[in-house]
């Protein structure tokens, strides 16, 4: 199951960092990620400062 970032999101980009396979970009308005590229290990969500990731 993939992982979502929810519009708590204050595009900080901790979260494209730590992915291991890219699946995270800007979007417009916040960071988004690739729900084909994601491998849901979690690392996103477990690096996000605001809890802004969720499963999906």
Not at 28 to 55: L, R
């Amino acid at each position: 199951m993939a992982y979502k970032i929810t519009d708590d999101c204050v595009s900080c980009g901790s979260c494209a960092e730590a992915c291991p396979v890219s699946a995270i970009s800007e979007g417009d308005e916040h960071y988004v990620i690739n729900p084909d590229e994601c491998v849901s290990c979690g690392t996103c969500a477990d690096t996000c400062p605001t809890s802004a990731i969720i499963e999906e």
